[in-house]
């Protein structure tokens, strides 16, 4: 049965990957003068918890365009640039990049979605972050 991840600070999340944890937590933060709204799936391991899932929109002047974007994401995840492979993702709502475990893009400028996953999730990465659109 498909899940829904529910609402995001005004993004509907229409997909949670069967196997993702049921432990669901909403954060907010700020970095670097961008503010992060943020929503985590885990579960527990044996040697505590693991998060499967991780959803984040961000919203701040300095997301002018998707390369503002990718350099926001390389600092704020600790990424070489040069060593982070990237190829393009079309979203609905904007032009993307994605990696294995990652995909994000450029709602409009100023807002910007990232979805975070996990090796064991990486073929649900797609679908899941297409499923991300803005709520009505």
Do not use: C, K, N
Request: aromatic share 10%; no cysteine; charged share 25%.
């Amino acid at each position: 049965m498909d899940r829904d991840g529910g609402v995001l600070d005004g993004f509907h999340l229409g997909y949670v990957p069967p196997g993702v944890g049921d432990e669901v937590s909403d954060f907010s933060s700020e970095w670097e003068d961008v503010a992060l709204t943020s929503r985590f799936w885990e579960r527990r391991t044996a040697d505590g918890h693991r998060v499967d899932l991780r959803v984040h929109v961000l919203r701040g002047p300095r997301l002018t365009d998707l390369d503002a974007v990718r350099d926001f994401l390389a600092a704020y995840l600790e990424r070489d640039p040069a060593q982070w492979r990237l190829t393009e993702f079309p979203h609905e709502d904007g032009s993307g990049l994605t990696d294995d475990t990652q995909a994000f893009w450029l709602v409009e400028p100023g807002v910007a979605v990232t979805v975070l996953t996990i090796p064991e999730f990486a073929d649900a990465l797609a679908a899941t972050a297409l499923a991300v659109r803005a709520a009505p």
